[in-house]
């Protein structure tokens, strides 16, 4: 059983691109998270998504971020005209529909904006 | 709001010690969860050990063991037997039973020497 799959693991982009982070959920797990850990910080929750809906987008900025889980294929991160202060560690975790033990996380995509 | 607090950014233990590192947390809430996770150089998040508020026994995992005195909203973690391989980020959470939102502290940064 595969654990949490995120791809890809380091991304580069210029200011002003489009950054796209996926992640694929483990084999069962209908809930999906994203968090932000800066440098030297601790992960700060973004979003949270079942199949199809967005259920808390509390930590998302207002602006140029944005996340999907479809029915079918990955959770997708996007975040639009990226800015040097997007450089972070993204991680995606995911949970059955009863969570009971604790989310599973990915290995993270470091994102680098230059 | 909940916020957790980690007061020790560094620690360092030598091989076969016994180390504790220390969490504090702010709640209203009474139903919750305590988790500690692990991040090594890898960056891949590892849940450690995890308690349940309304259990009043500490929770257990082989070597990782916690001090939850709930009165003092205090959730320490245990490491016995210090390993090389136990060198890596330590991150104290709490989540609010109702949200599958975690909250993190800042992080512990602890050294195993040999």
């Known amino acids: 059983n595969a654990g949490v799959m995120q791809n890809p693991r380091h991304l580069v982009r210029r200011r002003g691109q489009e950054a796209r982070l996926r992640c694929s959920p483990m084999?069962?797990?209908?809930?999906v998270y994203w968090y932000r850990q800066l440098p030297e910080e601790g992960l700060k929750f973004m979003v949270y998504l079942q199949k199809e809906n967005i259920i808390d987008e509390s930590g998302m900025p207002k602006e140029r971020f944005s996340a999907e889980f479809p029915k079918e294929g990955p959770s997708i991160l996007r975040i639009q005209q990226v800015v040097r202060g997007d450089s972070a560690a993204y991680f995606c975790?995911?949970?059955?529909?009863?969570?009971?033990?604790?989310?599973?996380f990915g290995s993270g995509t470091r994102l680098t904006v230059v | 709001a909940q916020t957790v607090t980690q007061s020790q950014p560094e620690m360092s233990v030598q091989e076969a010690e016994t180390v504790t590192l220390s969490c504090t947390y702010d709640t209203s809430e009474s139903n919750y969860y305590l988790f500690w996770y692990k991040q090594p150089p890898s960056r891949q998040m590892i849940l450690v050990i995890r308690q349940e508020a309304y259990k009043q026994q500490n929770a257990t995992e082989n070597r990782f063991s916690v001090n939850f005195q709930k009165a003092a909203k205090s959730f320490s973690l245990k490491i016995s037997d210090s390993q090389l391989g136990d060198t890596a980020m330590y991150f104290c959470a709490f989540m609010k039973r109702s949200t599958d939102k975690l909250i993190f502290g800042t992080g512990t940064r602890l050294q195993v020497f040999p």
């Open positions: 084999k069962g797990h209908s809930h």
């Open positions: 975790a995911s949970s059955p529909a009863e969570e009971t033990d604790g989310y599973t």
